[in-house]
């Protein structure tokens, strides 16, 4: 999904989100919520529900004192079947399962639970009542509150409990009608308001979610947008070679890797014959078409991304050759040159049979941490001039190259 169409959906959603009960999300939005709080929250929950049963088999004891008569089947369905059986389901909700199973599962556990000691509270005749009440008031909180389960799933849990808590109450001969309408009364109320609280913090776990998600777009999309704007203020919007800017973090960056390694840094420094010429003749419409071609054809002859064409203003260019001496910056500067005049572009200015060409200029040295690379590019400079003196058209190679020092800080 685009980020457009997700910010859509993240704004419906929170401006409905106090108008609607409901606590889903589009399904494109609910795929993309539970691939980020799904692991999470699949580790909560098999935390909470193994610690929930563990603290369950150390209460026992309270629970097998409060119903003597049925010790031994409190035992065997209490200690060796629901707390074996919860512990294993809440280790399996470890396991990433998608949302419905994860949730099922919570919700099984917690159903044997329920079903177990409603079971013992129908079976026994012990007289401590209130032991069971406040057993099912544990088990509502322990679901709605604790594991935290899904709305519906609480729902579920909730409503099993009442039924058959209700059911227990009901076979209960030593009970009034009174009584067992007061306490389901009572627990029926508690379930309300821990249904009314679970739907509260789940609407308000999803509204966190949104608008921490809408935070990390928007950070994306102004990522995205000064790359953006970062690009093109490195790109000359003519030619869609890099600009001058580019060309000057390009130089001195590559001369410090350079440099690093004992390498060497070429550059041929090139521009168009007669360019003005060409203006004058065909108009400078002709004549940006003119320079998108030839940057075209020099951008053809790098060997990769390890190289560098740029154009510096007019119709000046230059090509960095990371790690090239004289000679084979001069043969690529030859082919450049070769490969401009095949292009045959006609150039009236010169006579009725002139072809566009280029001079060059060649220099490399190499790079040191103790030298700055300006002088590099006055040397290719200054044989591209020796070039235009010769009669344009040629590739010519600086002799030598003079470097400033970098000057170290005074102490």
Partial sequence: MIGAELHELIDDWLAAADRTPWLRFPPALERRYEADIGPARSRTMMICGLF?????????????????????????????????????????????????????????????????????EALTRSPHIEFFVA????????????????????????????????????????????????????????????????????????????????????????????????????RDQLTGLANRRAYDAWVL????????????????????????????????????????????????????????????????????????DEQLCADIAERMRTAIRLLELPHSGLGPHGLVSISAGVASHPATLEELPSGLFDAADSALYQAKLSGRDRVCVALQVEHETVQAPAE
């Avoid at 309270?62 to 119903?67: C, G, L």
């Avoid at 629901?82 to 919570?106: C, D, Q, T």
């Avoid at 249904?195 to 308000?204: F, G, P, T, Y």
């Fill in 135 to 234: 057993g099912t008031t544990v088990l509502m909180v322990y679901s709605a509150i604790g594991i935290q389960l899904r709305f519906r799933f609480a729902a579920c849990a909730m409503v099993l409990i009442l039924l058959t808590y209700g059911l227990a109450m009901h076979v209960r001969a030593d009970m009034s009608a009174t009584s067992q309408r007061n306490l389901l009364s009572m627990v029926a109320c508690t379930a309300v308001y821990l249904l009314l609280a679970n739907w509260r913090l789940e609407r308000e776990a999803r509204r966190g979610y949104l608008n921490t998600l809408r935070e990390v777009l928007q950070g994306q999309d102004l990522s995205v947008r000064n790359l953006e704007l970062d690009a093109l203020a490195r």
């Fill in 253 to 324: 960056s590559t001369w410090e890797q350079q440099a690093a390694h004992g390498g060497r840094l070429g550059l041929i420094v090139i521009d168009v014959d007669r360019f003005k010429a060409f203006n004058d003749f065909y108009g400078h419409a002709a004549g940006d078409r003119c320079l998108q071609k030839i940057a075209l054809c020099l951008r053809e002859q790098l060997r990769g991304t390890t190289d560098l064409v740029a154009r510096l203003g007019g119709e000046e260019f230059a090509i960095l050759l990371p790690g090239l």
């Fill in 52 to 120: 929930g049963f563990v603290l369950a088999a150390f209460i026992y004891p309270a629970v097998r004192d409060t119903m003597p008569d049925i010790a031994g089947q409190c035992r065997t369905l209490f200690l060796f079947t629901v707390v074996p059986f919860g512990l294993l389901l809440s280790a399996a909700i470890g396991l990433n399962l998608r949302p419905f199973f994860r949730e099922s599962l919570a919700l099984l556990a917690n159903s044997a639970c329920i079903c177990t000691s409603a079971y013992l």
